[in-house]
């Protein structure tokens, strides 16, 4: 498990499922997860669930302290570079602004950087999503680039920005 001063995390399990699944579909939770329309049936995560946690990606629920999930967190390792890693994060919305994503954030760097010997750790939001991108920043993360009008919402293309941070740039 990886703790944070608000939650833990810990690899999602088969019985997490529904409860994730459900606090996790909300249309404003999706809005900027790229599944508004093809969302992953429940079956189909459970039957997927070996590949969910394989050593170059883990998936992970966010417990808080009452010992409710609170969201998910994911990182990967760059196909093509090592000791590069890609980071995601959704978390509920009656979850909201209540430090649960900045804290689960830190708690993944300092073991990304700290037990898996990052180098660096990158992500992609879309820049519309501006709590998200007011999130990262705090967390130490600075724009490296714009990825014009990648992102289909509602019938039109929208700009994801490239963040990215360092281990000499992160402050634990």
């Given at each position: 498990m990886i703790y944070g001063d608000k939650i833990y995390?810990?690899?999602?399990?088969?019985?997490?499922?529904?409860?994730?699944?459900?606090?996790c579909s909300d249309s404003e939770v999706l809005k900027y997860n790229g599944y508004q329309y093809d969302?992953?049936?429940?079956?189909?995560i459970v039957e997927h669930?070996?590949?969910?946690?394989?050593?170059?990606k883990r998936n992970y629920v966010i417990i808080n302290k009452q010992g409710s999930i609170v969201g998910v967190i994911i990182y990967s390792e760059d196909m093509y570079m090592r000791s590069v890693y890609n980071i995601s994060i959704t978390i509920g919305k009656r979850?909201?602004?209540?430090?649960?994503?900045?804290?689960?954030?830190?708690?993944?760097?300092?073991?990304?950087?700290?037990?898996?010997k990052a180098h660096k750790i990158e992500l992609e939001v879309v820049r519309e999503n501006e709590a998200a991108v007011l999130?990262?920043?705090?967390?130490?993360?600075?724009?490296?680039?714009?990825?014009?009008?990648?992102?289909?919402?509602?019938?039109?293309?929208l700009d994801t920005i490239v963040m990215g941070l360092l281990k000499e740039e992160f402050k634990a």
């Open positions: 995390l810990r690899e999602i399990l088969k019985e997490d499922i529904d409860e994730t699944y459900n606090l969302r992953l049936s429940k079956k189909y669930l070996k590949y969910l946690n394989i050593p170059s979850y909201w602004r209540k430090g649960y994503g900045s804290d689960a954030i830190n708690a993944i760097l300092k073991y990304l950087f700290f037990k898996r999130c990262y920043k705090k967390c130490g993360f600075v724009e490296e680039g714009i990825r014009r009008k990648k992102y289909y919402y509602k019938g039109k293309y």
